[in-house]
């Protein structure tokens, strides 16, 4: 089992930044891939930026050159930030981490993010 826990979002104005982390505690040992994923009203959930182990990144493409994944692999937890910068409206979502193990698929709780003036 993986626990993820979210936090760091909130209420920004267009073209302001926002960070996001993501804590992974429990069987971390098998994490390959850890990501975002975000989903705004009325829409599909959908890929923002996944990091392998190895730490080549996938970005989608609404959000390639404003967006940056990174990950901290320690002994007990993978910590996994969301650097977000030129915010736009359309970024609105709640954002969640998410990492698979064979046969299992895990979600955060979620965090907000709503992008306004």
């Known amino acids: 089992q993986v626990q993820l826990v979210e936090s760091g979002g909130g209420l920004v104005q267009p073209g302001g930044s926002l960070r996001l982390s993501c804590v992974a505690s429990?069987?971390?040992?098998?994490?390959?891939?850890i990501g975002w994923y975000r989903q705004a009203p009325g829409k599909q959930r959908e890929l923002v930026a996944e990091?392998?182990?190895?730490?080549?990144?996938?970005?989608a493409d609404s959000v390639k050159g404003r967006f940056a994944i990174s990950r901290v692999n320690a002994d007990l937890y993978i910590k996994l930030n969301l650097q977000m910068n030129s915010l736009k409206n359309e970024d609105t979502a709640v954002y969640y981490c998410r990492t698979i193990l064979p046969g299992m698929e895990f979600w955060g709780p979620g965090t907000q993010v709503t992008v306004s003036s």
């Open positions: 429990g069987s971390i040992f098998s994490i390959h891939a």
């Open positions: 990091i392998a182990r190895g730490g080549s990144t996938n970005y």
